[in-house]
């Protein structure tokens, strides 16, 4: 039999779904298990979208549609971005793709050449890595630990910048710790930009989801000047609890707009019409939902941080924003339960699991060892249920 391609030795299943298939796999076995493992939100569409998503089948022609995008999401798009104060763009800058995450792999792979460096902060969404690997360029992670709260300063991305580097992407708020940027901080980062020939990549998919009023900032607003360079990326996905309809949307120069429509042409053709039409009416609907579930958001993310300021020896930067929270618990490294040791956190989340019946995410894969990934976008009763079973794990380690 012919070897597969040694690229595929460089390819990896996503960490975050294989915990989350085996939390759903233990479950199935009848095991009492929660998950905080995958960020899916706990919420469905309004209904609103399921009608555009049904007159769209009743009306439905079966023949190929725009590589770019149907006319309706595009304009809705452009309409979004308008209402959120970015101006200035039209149909030519806009780009669809199969979610968020198909969207970033086509901008890698159509941004850069091999060697060539990808600078993101670290903790990092685990797809960043990934997505370096396959296309074959060099990852440069920008470590970011509890310490400075997870953030990336704009010295350190000064230091970070070589002839090499090519795209920098940047996640705000943040997957996986929930830190949201301050005004002050992206207009440092951006001025550090200015002085560098760097492409951007804005990955916005949580942009709805702030809260304690501090606003979501962006570069496009601190840095105007860096517009022919920057490239926004967002997702129904999140804002609208639409994780398996998969559409992200891209908004950038025209030029890579038309480099993606043309990977589109070679690979997916075009977003299903059901599937644009619904995304298209979750863009364009009622976004007042988005305030009552950010509210809901807020008050779990205020549940988790009661539950680690109980544990002294556990560091949890506060999150703003997304649905996560990224605890240090390194402190627990050498510690056992059950005559079973934890070495890092690999063994923490195993042992948690095990133990208590609690998925969460190993932070390694994230780029940061010390910590865990908790996702709080589940039903409150389940929370509350799994942070006592996480306070009862730390309180009966030895």
């Known amino acids: 039999m012919p070897a597969l391609a040694s690229r595929m030795g460089r390819a990896k ?3 975050i779904m294989m915990i989350a298939e085996k939390a759903k796999r233990l479950k199935a076995e009848g095991k009492d298990i929660i998950s905080f493992s995958v960020g899916v939100p706990n919420f469905l569409p309004a209904e609103h979208v399921y009608q555009a998503a049904r007159n769209a089948l009743e009306h439905d022609s079966g023949q190929y549609l725009p590589g770019r995008g149907e006319n309706h999401l595009v304009e809705a798009y452009l309409k979004r971005l308008k209402e959120n104060g970015f101006k200035g763009y039209s149909t030519a800058n806009i780009a669809s793709g199969i979610g968020a995450k198909h969207l970033l792999f086509s901008l890698v792979y159509a941004l850069m050449n091999e060697g060539e460096e990808l600078l993101f902060p670290a903790p990092y969404w685990t797809t960043y890595q990934d997505i370096a690997d396959l296309v074959g360029v060099t990852a440069k992670p920008m470590p970011c630990p509890a310490e400075q709260n997870y953030k990336l300063t704009a010295e350190q991305l000064a230091v970070a910048i070589t002839s090499r580097s090519k795209v920098l992407l940047f996640n705000n708020p943040s997957n996986p ?23 951007i990549i804005s990955d916005d ?12 900032h962006h570069l496009l607003k601190t840095n105007p000047a860096l517009r022919d360079r920057i490239i926004m990326v967002d997702s129904i996905s999140k804002s609208y609890g639409m994780p398996g309809w998969r559409v992200g949307m891209m908004a950038g120069p025209e030029s890579v707009a038309n480099a993606l429509v043309t990977l589109n042409s070679n690979s997916i053709t075009n977003i299903p019409g059901v599937v644009g039409a619904a995304a298209a009416a979750a863009i364009e609907g009622p976004q007042d939902f988005a305030d009552e579930m950010c509210v809901e958001f807020s008050k779990k993310r205020d549940e988790v941080m009661a539950t680690m300021a109980q544990h002294q020896d556990i560091i ?36 948690l699991l095990e133990t208590k019946g609690v ?7 994230f780029g940061e060892p010390k910590a865990i990934r908790i996702s709080y976008a589940c039903k409150p009763a389940d929370l509350t249920e799994g942070l006592k079973r996480f306070s009862a794990f730390l309180n009966e380690l030895k």
């Not at 059950?338 to 890092?344: A, M, R, S, Y």
Request: charged letters at 20%; proline letters at 6%; a negative charge.
């Open 177 to 199: 710790t929930g830190m949201v940027y301050t005004k002050e901080e992206i207009k440092a980062i951006g001025d550090v930009l200015e002085q560098h020939d760097l492409w």
């Open 359 to 365: 998925a969460v995410v190993p932070g390694s894969a």
């Open 205 to 216: 998919i949580y942009n709805r989801m702030v809260f304690d009023g501090v606003g979501f």
């Open 316 to 351: 949890c930067p506060r999150p703003q924003g997304a649905f996560y929270a990224f605890p240090d618990i390194s402190s627990t490294f050498g510690k056992s339960i059950e005559g079973k040791k934890i070495n890092n956190d690999v063994d923490f989340s195993e042992l």
């Open 13 to 15: 299943p996503s960490t």
